[in-house]
């Protein structure tokens, strides 16, 4: 380049015309030399500036190319936006809900270009083994963003495989996937978005006997069933629907093949720290002086709240929070309380100008979104791609007396509508929060809170614990209770474990998915039951003095007794967990004498003494499985006679399939140990027990309740 420009100022005679106007020769020289230099600057900058606007050319080429191909499940102006400050997707190998602090997981794991991966390793037509791909991410991690981001670069251009794009919130989406033949499919490449959209996963009304996995591998065998002839295969999806293990294969077998294909699964990467600061110079560039002010507070409200702004879509809609500038963020609840409040009056100053106006259209609009959220909850819409059709969104509006037009209810935003003209929300998210609100509002309503699957509501939960940890002093809710997969382990201890017992002769066992309560019940809540009850079976044993403890001095009678009430109250089959659940739970897929590792220390339990007392529950780390106070505190009671030589039995037959312990008994199970006790009887395979109707200060429970709900 500056052999060019060289070349250009040799015929140029710049210094020969400043001569001629009678400018001295050494300062004509000067003054060539600044011309030059500024003519150089000034051609750099048109030549920048015409590549620049190719370059923005071929990106608008390209997205209304995309656009054209996508429609109707992407707009032209829903393309635009996922392609415009997209930072290329990274993943791992390891689930980052596995980290403790998201944001820090790329310090154990390595991470690589997600598109580069797919389109030279996975699409290429040498690669067999990489036909079925599966991408996890929590919500609002970029699954969409990456698969749109994927289609257009793949597309951008000649390749030798077709590649179509369909999202499962599409109710015909299968249908569309059986119109292309055989002979098309081995030249394509199909991705599928969204695979926890999929109206199927839904539990239906009348009970098919089948558990959430279940439910989920049934739909995705159909589906593999649907797609084995395509060239390659990407299926996004929440990572809560697969295996907690990394290492853990999900292998399907593909019906007219004689092999076995294994879903190679990649897990997002949050966004790092680099990675958002290269977000917010996209949104709002280095040079733009009038975006200063918005990219400080977008700083300052990211190095705040650094665990909940890894999250690409919240980013998204990080306009909406920087508008207060002092704000912090300390749980998700808050950020999109925040978004949802600064939507609403965006919305009401771009229609309404009068105050009174302003306040009366946000009201309504709030309300309009959470009864359509309701609405899609209910039915009408969970099936339909989580949209509600613009017949039944007008009904709702004039049956709740709504003062809204349609088109004041479709902002571009947070709600909006498809191309088919039905309402939706941005994101599930979004959705998820309003359906949060109506749970908070009507929290008083247990039994509609308890028929409530929310299974696929994981955002939901998310919301709900972090506004309500307060459930711990009331009726236990179904975000308080932890779903805990099935699977096989092996319980009891190996011999050379130190401190072991003789009857925890380890063996095989079998257990189904259940929920067991992220905490043992507390003071205040079963202070509830006695209040509405009249239960008082004390023998001058205080429960304990201080609401937030687990409740002490419960006998197993105690325990059972409550458990009864509880259902009854709820409709839900409460009970307590059987010793292999315990168990299995307590080890959250750990061998060791404890689920910390070979030893437990002081901040990791409360035990030996250290406290001299019980501590409020969840004063300590929990396990993987999410599980407080597992480990010491207090024992909890099982619902199984205790056996020495029941493990025997066990073992005998091969694997034990949810056993329950012996058949009849003098004591029943108490597993865990006490905040009295050395750290030998809080490890996993530790077993006592003692009879129903003794009590202690250092024994309470903690609840577990089926998979089946009772209709």
């Known amino acids: 380049m500056k052999d060019f420009f060289d070349a250009l100022w040799g015929l140029v005679p710049i210094t020969e015309w400043l001569l001629n106007t009678g400018m001295a020769k050494e300062l004509a020289e000067t003054w060539t030399t600044i011309i030059q230099a500024v003519l150089t600057m000034a051609a750099l900058g048109v030549l920048g500036g015409f590549v620049r606007a190719v370059k923005e050319l071929w990106k608008w080429v390209v997205n209304i ?58 699409f290429n037509e040498k690669k067999v083994d990489n036909r079925f791909n599966l991408v996890l991410a929590g919500s609002g991690m970029g699954k969409t963003t990456f698969m749109v981001n994927l289609y257009i670069r793949y597309t951008s251009w000649p390749r030798r495989y077709k590649i179509r794009l369909y999202p499962f919130h599409d109710p015909a989406v299968l249908d569309k996937i059986k119109k292309i033949d055989g002979k098309e499919a081995r030249k394509t490449i199909l991705l599928l978005d969204a695979f926890d959209e999929d109206g199927q996963l839904l539990r239906p009304d009348k009970d098919d006997g089948l558990t959430m996995d279940q439910r989920f591998e049934t739909r995705m065998q159909h589906i593999l069933e649907q797609v084995r002839d395509f060239r390659a295969v990407i299926i996004t999806c929440r990572t809560q629907y697969f295996p907690r293990r990394d290492d853990q294969e999900f292998e399907i077998e593909v019906r007219g093949d004689d092999r076995f294909y294994v879903l190679d699964k990649f897990y997002i990467s949050p966004f790092t720290e680099k990675e958002i600061r290269r977000y917010l110079r996209k949104k709002y560039g280095v040079l733009r002086f009038w975006n200063w002010g918005r990219k400080s507070t977008a700083c300052r409200i990211v190095d705040r709240s650094p665990h909940l702004m890894v999250r690409p879509m ?28 600064k939507w609403l009056e965006r919305e009401a100053d771009k229609r309404k100008h009068k105050a009174v106006d302003r306040e009366s259209f946000i009201k309504d609009l709030h309300d309009f979104s959470r009864l359509v959220a309701l609405e899609i909850f209910s039915g009408s819409g969970m099936g339909e791609g989580y949209s509600l059709s613009r017949e039944k969104a007008r009904e709702i509006r004039q049956r709740n007396e ?72 009331g009726i236990p809710m179904p975000w308080d209770m932890v779903h805990i997969k099935g699977g096989t382990y092996l319980m009891g201890s190996p011999d050379d474990e130190p401190d072991r017992s003789k009857d925890e002769l380890q063996h095989q066992v079998k257990v189904d998915e259940f ?34 403890h687990p409740a002490v001095n419960i006998s197993w009678e105690d325990a059972m007794a409550y458990c009864g009430w509880l259902a009854g109250k709820t409709g839900q089959p409460f009970c307590l967990p059987t010793e292999a659940q315990w168990e299995y739970a307590c080890r959250a897929g750990t061998v060791t004498a404890y ?117």
């Open 65 to 122: 190319r995309a656009a054209r191909d996508l429609f109707p499940a992407f707009t032209y102006k829903e393309v635009k936006a996922r392609q415009r400050y997209f930072i290329p997707t990274q993943f791992q190998n390891k689930s980052p809900e596995r980290m403790e602090e998201p944001r820090y997981s790329h310090h154990n794991v390595s991470k690589n270009p997600l598109i580069r991966q797919m389109i030279t390793i996975n």
């Open 595 to 711: 689920n910390t590792g070979k030893t437990i220390t002081p901040g990791q339990a409360n035990f030996a003494r250290k406290k001299g007392k019980t501590t409020p529950v969840g004063t300590y780390p929990a396990n993987a499985w999410g599980l407080y106070d597992i480990h010491g505190n207090v024992w909890e009671w099982c619902s199984d006679w205790y056996g020495e030589d029941y493990y025997a039995e066990c073992k005998k037959q091969g694997i034990a399939n949810n056993p329950i312990g012996p058949p009849k008994g003098e004591v029943r199970v108490l597993r865990g140990g006490g905040w009295i006790n050395n750290a030998r009887f809080t490890r996993s395979a530790c077993r006592s027990g003692s009879w129903p109707s003794n009590r202690s200060r250092v024994r309470g429970f903690r609840l577990a309740r089926g998979q089946k709900r009772k209709e």
């Open 314 to 341: 919240l980013l998204a809609y990080i306009d909406y929070l920087v508008q207060d500038r002092g704000q912090t963020f300390a749980t998700t609840f808050a950020i999109y309380e925040t978004l949802v409040k």
């Open 402 to 473: 709504l003062s809204l037009s349609e088109y004041e209810v479709t902002g571009q935003s947070l709600l909006t509508r498809d191309a088919h003209g039905n309402w939706k929300f941005a994101h599930k998210s979004i959705f998820e929060f309003y359906f949060a609100l109506h749970i908070l509002d009507n929290i008083d309503d247990v039994q509609f809170i308890w028929s409530t699957d929310f299974s696929t509501l994981d955002m939901t939960r998310e919301f709900l614990i972090s506004k309500m940890p307060g459930t711990l002093s």
């Open 515 to 548: 929920f067991l309560a992220r905490y043992p019940v507390t003071v205040a809540q079963f202070g509830i039951f006695i209040k509405e009850t009249g239960y008082d079976k004390t023998d001058g044993k205080a429960w304990n003095n201080t609401e937030d």
